[in-house]
């Protein structure tokens, strides 16, 4: 999938040997380096030839009016987007006043990596000018994890066989309003093309100068957002350390500040400039304040020293690989691919500090910087079991968004509260409700997460001091948007209408079965917490029945729409359809689709696919994942046969849920299939946008497909169970886990499976396939396997479907949309397993 030229397999680092202008925005976001608060895109530090030079601030953005077509009550009304922070990468080198170009420089080495051990990237290059001089140059870049305002970069000139003038400008620059010295395009002007999961585009100024000046080798610009009233300030120190003789030159405008430096450099005397910069940012305070605040840092960092900030980062991801490393024996271009995402989790997330965790992480403007469910059913597993504190500050962050969430329910005539679709500041900011404000399902995906995460740290005080908060409200979201229906046995039923599920290729529908099954549980889980907080914690039920208003009826009337909640099902297939009408719409023919009509929301109207039985991702399958304990065997086998011949895969959510599902009913081959689609997505591009950014969420489901996947993990009802899929190729995989107050190691191998407590632990009761097992603190169990579960061969087709008739008598049949002249017209439809059917 990768070029192994140009990227060496290693299992610790990502190398490139070669750089290509044409592929820049790939690279750029490959080499992100990041801390969950600020995030500088891999961009040369030569400051040109860039797709974006992106600065990105978790949080830090602005806000437009939408303009809407047609406008109706209750439409989003303001969006939200990332700004693009000043760009302080830029660190120029001239040698006989030629700067260093990549587009005609004569480079003879040239080397860039990412070491995912200390966090450092490093680039190393020899450039023979066009005078004849060898010029080695050695770059390096940190964004620090434990000082999270803080990034360090440096770079070392040697010219190696003559005397020569040498220059290094160093900048900051503010990219998002202006363009530099040699044209880089403002955020504003990035290539034109339609594609909605891009960043919307502000043409107006949007920094605001403040206070900009210079004092010695610090410079520092700093400014107000023009709408949200954010402010941000940047400063950076400049430190130089050569044995020639050197000048130094300064400049400071409202938009850029250059520290140069002129030195006179002798053959094989190197000259270094270390550059140490620190961003803040604030929804309230001053700019200037926040110029303080970057002094602090600064000051601080050059009282410690350079060597010790990179000595801190070593040592912060020592603890970080020893929680979270999942190692796969005998695959090192899988186990580099591994870390690579497991790194990108930690940039994404690590110093978010009570901030969401945006789908791009801060690698890119992708998506607009806003925060969506992948947090909580992709990312938050990951923090839950490796990293919990980490867990608990996304949570956090949804505890505070509850207000504007009341204010949006009370908006779509609901009670309790409703999350934001896709958000910043808390405020609704998705243009399209059918894809968007529709999906309420991300209520529960919020509750889901909190569950999990309490069950797994037994967090209580974190849940019954103001998480019960998010319980409560999405409880009586669901209580409110549900109705009642008498059925005609006699049972009444708790139906949800008028929304969608994750699968944004179905819109609006009725009783969809995620948000149905996810509801119950958000519905179970609040009843369940308020009446065990009225047991254990009397003092905090009362704080927060006073706070809440609670009836004490509230949990009783959750509990029976639970219990009634109508579950969808076709006894004539066998399997749960995906909402109430799903089975009667029209098959998409995905293997008669060409390949230049994917995906398939870039080339057909939302209308043209609603139409159809067609996903873009897991839906019903999610489901069988995240409540497999209230679906049997058999019907987790036929759900996934039939949903996964429907699925388009556009989404990059997607491949990792069916991986894990194939390899949990026996498909593993095609399990595997689907997990190296998932891990290469963006180190192969294999979406084409991996140049908007990192696919946060699916380098989560990365971790989830080897654990839950692979290592058969699952905890329902706070109860640890293993039932594991290696893939035959595999000789081992390991991983650890945070459970309650214990440190969990484990190791799967074909014939056995080995689990360790680490010293002072407490003792973990779990099960192997049924079987219980406890480890004590410092011991470890050894459970022998007999085999690696059910292996079914190929992948499922609907053909298997082709002679089933529906509950009306009727038969599947499949078409894909097509338009011949000025007629529209449809190739088909033909039975499935015809002569055009889907398996043809």
Not at 202 to 207: E, F
Not at 224 to 238: F, K, Q
Not at 250 to 270: E, H, T
Not at 758 to 765: I, M, N, R, Y
Request: proline fraction near 5%.
């Amino acid at each position: 999938m990768m070029d192994r030229d140009r990227f060496p397999v290693d299992p610790w680092r990502l190398v490139e040997r070669t750089f290509d202008i044409d592929e820049a925005g790939v690279t750029e976001t490959l080499f992100t380096l990041g801390n969950g608060y600020l995030g500088l895109r891999g961009n040369q530090p030569e400051g040109r030839f860039g797709h974006e030079h992106g600065t990105f601030i978790n949080g830090f953005h602005e806000v437009f009016p939408i303009r809407h077509a047609e406008q109706a009550y209750g439409f989003a009304e303001v969006g939200q987007t990332i700004i693009n922070a000043p760009d302080a990468k830029v660190m120029r080198v001239y040698v006989d006043d030629e700067p260093l170009s990549f587009d005609v420089a004569d480079l003879l080495e040239y080397e860039r990596s990412l070491d995912l051990r200390d966090g450092v990237l490093r680039r190393h290059l020899l450039w023979r000018t066009p005078s004849g001089k060898e010029v080695r140059i050695d770059y390096e870049r940190i964004v620090s994890f434990d000082e999270k305002h803080l990034a360090i970069m440096s770079i070392e000139v040697t010219v190696l066989n003559a005397d020569a003038p040498v220059t290094v400008s160093c900048q900051l620059v503010n990219r998002q309003d202006g363009e530099d010295v040699y044209g880089g395009r403002p955020a504003g002007k990035l290539k034109a093309g339609f594609d909605p999961r891009r960043a919307e585009r502000i043409h107006d100024r949007v920094l605001q100068p403040e206070e900009y000046w210079q004092d010695g080798a610090r410079s520092v610009l700093s400014y107000h957002v023009t709408e949200s009233g954010m402010s941000l300030a940047v400063a950076a120190d400049h430190l130089i350390e050569t044995d020639n003789q050197y000048t130094a030159r300064s400049l400071v405008q409202p938009d850029i500040a250059k520290n140069v430096f002129r030195v006179q450099a002798k053959a094989g005397v190197p000259v270094k400039v270390t550059k140490l910069v620190s961003y803040h940012t604030s929804r309230g305070v001053p700019a200037s304040e926040l110029v303080d605040r970057c002094r602090r840092t600064l000051d601080r960092a050059g009282q410690e020293g350079v060597a010790e900030q990179f000595a801190k980062q070593r040592r912060w991801l020592d603890g970080f690989w020893q929680r979270s490393d999942v190692r796969i024996g005998g695959h090192d271009d899988l186990q580099q691919a591994t870390r690579w995402c497991l790194f990108q989790l930690a940039q994404a997330a690590a110093r978010a500090d009570g901030q969401g965790v945006p789908a791009k992480g801060v690698s890119g403007s992708g998506y607009s910087g806003h925060y969506f469910w992948d947090t909580e059913i992709y990312v938050l597993p990951f923090l839950t079991y490796t990293t919990p504190h980490w867990a608990r500050n996304a949570l956090r962050m949804r505890v505070h968004m509850l207000p504007a969430a009341r204010k949006r329910a009370f908006q779509l005539n609901e009670a309790g509260a409703l999350f934001p679709w896709r958000t910043i500041n808390g405020e609704e900011a998705s243009a399209y409700y059918a894809a968007g404000t529709a999906q309420y399902h991300i209520n529960a995906d919020v509750s889901f997460a909190l569950a999990k995460y309490v069950r797994a740290t037994s967090d209580v005080e974190f849940l019954y001091r103001e998480a019960v908060d998010i319980a409560v409200e999405t409880a009586r979201m669901w209580n409110s948007l549900g109705f009642w229906r008498d059925e005609i046995d006699g049972q009444d039923s708790f139906h949800i209408h008028g929304v969608t599920g994750p699968d944004e290729y179905t819109t609006v529908v009725n009783d969809n079965l995620f948000t149905n099954v996810m509801a119950r549980f958000n519905l179970r889980f609040a009843a369940r917490t308020v009446r065990e907080m009225e047991l254990e914690a009397p003092e905090a039920y009362r704080l927060m029945v006073d706070r809440l208003h609670l009836d004490p009826d509230e949990a009783e009337a959750w509990e029976k729409a639970a219990d009634a909640m109508h579950i969808p099902f076709s006894p004539a297939l066998g399997i749960h359809p995906q909402d109430a009408v799903f089975l009667e719409r029209e098959v998409w023919d995905l293997e008669n689709t060409p390949d230049e009509q994917r995906p398939l929301l870039l080339h057909f109207h939302p209308l043209v696919i609603y139409r159809y039985q067609v996903l873009k991702q897991a839906d019903v399958v999610l489901a069988l994942f995240l409540q497999g304990n209230h679906f049997t065997d058999a019907e987790k086998l036929a759900d996934f046969e039939y949903y996964d011949a429907l699925t388009t895969g556009d989404s990059t959510l997607s491949g990792v849920v069916q991986s894990i599902l194939a390899a949990e009913v026996g498909y593993q081959d095609l399990a595997l299939e689907y997990f190296l689609d998932s891990i290469f997505v963006d180190l192969a591009d294999l979406h084409s946008n991996a140049a908007d950014g990192v696919h946060v969420a699916s380098a989560g489901g990365v971790w989830t497909s080897l654990v839950c996947g692979f290592g058969g993990m699952r905890d329902h009802f706070g109860e640890l169970t293993f039932d594991p899929r290696l893939p035959a190729d595999w000789p081992e995989l390991s991983y650890s886990l945070a459970w309650h107050d214990a440190q969990l190691h484990v190791v799967l191998r074909r014939d056995e499976m080995i689990v360790s407590n680490g010293a002072g632990g407490d003792e973990v009761a779990f099960t192997v396939r049924g079987v219980a097992y406890t480890v004590g603190g410092g011991d470890e169990v050894v459970v022998p396997l007999a085999t690696q579960g059910p292996v079914r061969e190929g992948r499922p087709t609907l053909r298997m479907f082709a002679d089933v008739r529906l509950e009306d008598g009727t038969l599947l049949s499949a078409s894909v949309p097509t338009l011949t002249s000025a007629i529209p017209t449809v190739t088909g439809p033909v039975p499935v397993g015809g002569d055009r059917g889907l398996d043809a």
